[in-house]
């Protein structure tokens, strides 16, 4: 479905950039950009770079336009530095194009960027999100921006003078293009594409917005010393001491510099649509300076190109960190699902910050997507609220998988933390749950029991998982009063008739207050209240050793009737 207008800021850009290509170039192929360097681990926080110009190309799809989401791969960018974790002996290649630098040792992946690349393109796919890929490296050494280089060339006089205005005296500190660092604590991971503290092309010989790659030695150690306009003879010295001069119009072996390569690509692919890390608000930064230079230079428009905010991450667990701490998009995806990770991103507005649940908070985001759920099924979702929806659940192309039974995030928490992953044990809870509408199999519950078994095993920590006690504790069963000891029988008493996740949770409230002389379904006061608190705290005691635990009805339904006999008679 095409969502009208107005409903939310996907549709608000949509109708934009609708009308923007229409004004550029009526009836062609809309273009949507993004883009990602692959040098190291693609963050999570940089997904935002991805899926807000895909839902708003998704939205220009749903309405029947044609639209594609390029996502350009900054790979042509030098290696910069060498990630904790790898072998030291890669600094050899700093400065190298990322797709000349090996992979990593047991990767099976050509070169650097295809193995960083690799996880996430799974990732975007399980995500639904359809883009046309491009590799800077193939655009460069093909050949293919010889025109807008020789042109860049020409006119370096006017880019340096436009350069000029935004220069200030910490040049080089600008922050990196388009990467976004998820906090503060985290940007020392994130560093972005070789652009960030690339100089901006000035040396001693003059201005060159163009950078060879050494041939000798392949880095881009090199200053250009000088260049002639009729023949395109390019002469550079490198630090390896090679020099050597070129023909620009044969040369396929250097790269335009990042603040004059953005706003060429603008160009060469027509891109009426991309957004940009909040730190390209600052004056100088590569959006505000590509859009002068695409204007008064290239002669072309700058994209509508809104700016994000950071996204961050809350918890995640280091333990399961084998990629130097930084969570990828494959992370997120192995402990939720696609549908619930693209609605935290449509909610939102671009400049609106959030965060990405790992640790407890992921139970509650759980429940809020599910009451969504039911809110749109009864239909009684708000506009936006709909809108945010069917674009989490789906995409033009299609609807996503789903869960054919979704039981409750934290209920498949709480059975898998006590079955401790044992299939059969779970299969048993699962089926408990709902006698009247038994679950059968587990993959009904899947793939949403797989992301809750992994939430569990990786993110929370062992001293907050849940142990069943194997023997009765004998010494506080027998240290138990009167009032205690009556209330144990009043729920065994009950358990087997109660045996269903609701019938159990009446069960487990009633019994302070029958104990209190009260009808089943009285109405809580305060005392009754302490009581039942009091009565929980002793049946987590007896059960798992602990004042607290998952909840009382998952609890017993995991333990089993048996086992609960056996743990709590006194
Ligand atoms: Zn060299």
Redesign the pocket.
């Known amino acids: 479905m095409a969502v009208s207008s107005e409903t939310d800021w996907v549709s608000r850009f949509a109708d934009e950039v609708i009308a923007e290509a229409e004004r550029r170039a009526p009836g062609k192929t809309i273009v949507c950009a993004s883009g990602l360097s692959p040098s190291g681990p693609i963050h999570l926080g940089n997904l935002r770079e991805v899926m807000t110009p895909h839902l708003v190309a998704d939205e220009i799809r749903r309405r029947g336009y044609e639209c594609v989401h390029i996502i350009s791969w900054d790979d042509y960018d030098r290696f910069r530095k060498v990630p904790a974790g790898i072998d030291p002996a890669w600094a050899e290649h700093i400065g190298k194009p990322l797709t000349s630098v090996p992979a990593p040792h047991g990767s099976p992946y050509a070169n650097w960027a295809e193995h960083f690349k690799a996880p996430m393109i799974a990732a975007l796919a399980e995500m639904g999100i359809e883009f046309h890929g491009i590799s800077q490296t193939e655009r460069y050494t093909s050949g293919a921006y010889r025109e807008q280089i020789l042109f860049a060339m020409r006119e370096r006089e006017r880019i340096d003078a436009i350069l000029a205005q935004y220069r200030t005296k910490d040049k080089g500190a600008s922050p990196a293009p388009r990467q976004t660092p998820v906090d503060e604590a985290e940007a020392a991971a994130v560093e972005g594409s070789g652009a960030a503290t690339e100089d901006d092309g000035s040396a001693a010989a003059g201005y060159f917005p163009y950078k060879p790659y050494?041939?000798?030695?392949?880095?881009d150690?090199?200053t250009v010393t000088s260049y002639d306009d009729e023949t395109t003879e390019l002469a550079y010295t490198?630090?390896?001491?090679?020099s050597e001069v070129v023909r620009l119009s044969e040369h396929n072996r250097g790269k335009l510099v990042w603040k004059v390569d953005w706003p060429m690509r603008w160009q060469y692919e027509g891109v009426v649509f991309e957004p940009s890390g909040v730190d390209h608000s600052s004056p100088g930064s590569s959006f505000i300076v590509g859009g002068q230079i695409i204007r008064d230079v290239f002669g072309g428009d700058q994209p509508i190109g809104p700016m994000y905010a950071f996204v961050g991450i809350s918890g995640m667990a280091k333990m399961s960190s084998s990629k130097g701490g930084v969570p990828t998009p494959a992370d997120a995806l192995e402990i939720m699902e696609a549908p619930l990770l693209r609605w935290l991103y449509a909610r939102r507005k671009p400049n609106q910050s959030f965060k990405i649940a790992f640790d407890q908070e992921i139970q509650r985001l759980y429940d809020e997507w599910d009451a969504l759920a039911r809110k749109v099924a009864d239909g009684t979702a708000l506009p936006a609220d709909l809108a945010a929806h069917a674009r989490a659940i789906g995409t033009a192309a299609g609807p996503l998988p789903t869960t054919p039974r979704p039981v409750p995030y934290r209920t498949l928490a709480s059975v898998v933390d006590v079955a401790a992953g044992d299939p059969e044990q779970t299969l048993r809870i699962l089926r408990d749950l709902d006698p009247a509408d038994p679950i059968e199999s587990l993959d009904e519950t899947r793939p949403r029991l797989d992301r809750a078994t992994h939430w569990v095993t990786t993110q929370v920590p062992v001293e907050q998982r849940t142990r069943v006690r194997d023997e009765p504790d004998a010494e506080l069963l027998a240290s138990l009063g009167d009032a205690e000891r009556e209330s144990l029988r009043l729920l065994l008493e009950g358990i087997d008739e109660h045996w269903s996740l609701e019938a159990l949770t009446t069960l487990v409230y009633s019994v302070p207050k029958l104990q209190a002389g009260l009808p089943a379904d009285a109405k809580p006061t305060p005392e009754l209240k302490v009581a039942q608190r009091e009565f929980f705290a002793l049946l987590y005691r007896l059960l798992v050793g602990r004042d607290t635990g998952p909840r009382l009805p998952t609890l017993l339904l995991a333990v089993g009737a048996g086992r609960v006999r056996k743990l709590l008679d006194a």
């Open positions: 050494c041939s000798a030695c392949e880095r150690l090199t490198c630090v390896c001491g090679f």
